[in-house]
């Protein structure tokens, strides 16, 4: 007489804004099990908990060896662009209404700001 092969449920849950692939797999006692985890356009991948313990921000996770069941689930967060730094203040008009390219001028521009001595 031959027992039945033993199989486990892997759980996968994905937060708002990504996927898990499976979401749900029977994997048989022994065997491993590969999850494919991204985030959908414009996010990216937060964190990924395998049985409640934090696996950091991968895209992959593969159960080893699966001898009991187990949950997969994922968080994710929009991408951040920052937005170029520009320098823009290269001269401006100084004392009788000429260029201060020389940095003769000291004053104060808008909202307080206090300028010295030399090129900006």
């Known amino acids: 007489m031959r027992c039945a092969p033993t199989s486990f449920t892997i759980t996968a849950t994905a937060g708002a804004n990504g996927r898990i692939v499976p979401t749900l797999a029977s994997v048989l006692s022994g065997a491993n099990q590969t999850f494919t985890i ?6 990216h991948v937060a964190d990924v908990l395998v049985d409640t313990i934090s696996g950091g921000a ?38 009788n209404n000429a260029l201060d390219i020389l940095g003769m001028n000291n004053g104060t521009l808008m909202n307080g700001v206090t ?3 030399g090129r900006i």
């Open 38 to 43: 991204a985030g959908d356009a414009g996010y």
């Open 58 to 95: 991968v895209t992959g996770y593969t159960f080893t060896n699966v001898q009991t069941e187990h949950t997969i689930s994922a968080s994710f967060v929009a991408n951040i662009t920052a937005a170029p730094i520009c320098p823009t203040v290269s001269q401006w008009k100084g004392e």
């Open 115 to 117: 300028f010295g001595t």
